[in-house]
């Protein structure tokens, strides 16, 4: 059911039942390590995850520490992480929040936002070069165990073809509503299975709708069935 004020709780738990009878129940495991997040993360936009693995793995052979990243020449920085694409931006970016975390905490470390209030920990991290929502949040839930709900491409895809938020939001806003709509126990679980359902069967182009398991739920699909369209 949805109200007046947007998807019930109700319909937020049957799409997180269905999608984890078809995707399974990632584990939880935030991994402790929010700079390598924080990097790995602005590599990531605009790029494959294999282009960023790589280009990670590069990164981290050639420096042993954030610090020689941080201090090492940018020509050599952007030359390790080249794979990524689009390195001599995310290059500089890289070494301008490194840095930036250097001078205001006085140490390399983002261990410090396991004790801020989970809002002021997202307003610390969008401070920083690079940085928005997405990867704030990212840092946050995987690296952290913090409450956040992250909005790549795919998420933002699918809860405006489910109708969750409205179709005309910005994946920056998507960030807010969704939180806002989404039980915090279910963001880890949610989040991934999202992607997995993006990647498998809910397309940018041509969805393979006839084999969604959200078909109740999806105003896109009741929309594309109303107007008679093969999907």
Request: glycine share 6%; hydrophobic share 40%.
């Amino acid at each position: 059911m949805t109200t007046l004020d947007g998807p019930s709780t109700a319909v937020i738990m049957e799409i997180h039942r269905q999608l984890r009878d078809r995707y399974g129940d990632p584990p939880h495991r935030p991994d402790g390590d929010p700079l390598a997040a924080l990097v790995n993360t602005i590599l990531s936009q605009n790029t494959n995850d294999r282009n960023r693995d790589i280009a990670f793995a590069a990164l981290r052979a050639r420096f042993p520490t954030w610090e020689a990243v941080r201090d090492a020449p940018t020509d050599a920085v952007i030359d390790a992480i080249r794979p990524a694409g689009l390195a001599p931006t995310k290059g500089p970016n890289i070494q301008a929040a490194l840095r930036q975390i250097t001078e205001e905490r006085g140490e390399l470390s983002l261990a410090f936002l396991e004790t801020l209030p989970p809002e002021e920990a997202r307003r610390w991290l969008t401070k920083l070069n690079g940085v928005g929502p997405k990867t704030a949040a990212i840092v946050l839930l995987f690296a952290l165990g913090r409450p956040a709900f992250p909005v790549d491409t795919h998420i933002h895809r699918i809860t405006r073809r489910l109708g969750l938020i409205p179709q005309n939001t910005s994946r920056e806003k998507a960030h807010t509503l969704l939180e806002s709509l989404i039980p915090p126990a279910l963001y880890w679980t949610l989040h991934l299975n999202l992607i997995a359902h993006g990647r498998q069967i809910c397309h940018a182009r041509h969805p393979l709708c006839t084999e969604c398991p959200l078909q109740t739920h999806c105003a896109f699909f009741q929309t594309s069935q109303a107007g008679g369209k093969s999907r």
